[in-house]
């Protein structure tokens, strides 16, 4: 059996690239709260407060129209991308108290 370049059977170059990617994965910025802002709270030693993000910039890529993070997986179906949706960014607010 003769397997030509063009074989079915082999993954054309043009579909195959490198995984490579820089990422700003999760940024946090916290400020503790001075102790005027709980007043007369004996209780609480101190408050902090934080916004976080994450996934919120993919600055390099080689891969096109898909974040290369979204579909890893392992056994057989590594590297194999299907139905690629795009990734959430996401932001939130903690307040963590210390009793």
């Known amino acids: 059996m003769v397997v030509s370049a063009n074989s079915p059977t082999k993954p054309n ?5 490198d995984a490579s990617y820089i990422k700003l994965r999760e940024v946090v910025f916290s400020y503790n709260l001075p102790s005027s802002v709980w007043g007369k709270a004996a209780f609480i ?3 902090e407060l934080s916004v976080v ?11 096109p129209y898909a ?18 949706y795009p990734t959430t960014r996401s932001l939130g607010v903690n307040l963590k108290v210390k009793l």
Request: net charge neutral.
């Open 67 to 84: 974040d290369p993070e979204e579909n890893l997986s392992s056994g057989n179906s590594q590297g194999y991308q299907s139905g690629a």
């Open 13 to 17: 170059s043009q579909f195959v690239y």
């Open 53 to 63: 993000g994450r996934n919120l910039w993919l600055i390099h890529k080689n891969l």
């Open 45 to 47: 030693k101190g408050m």
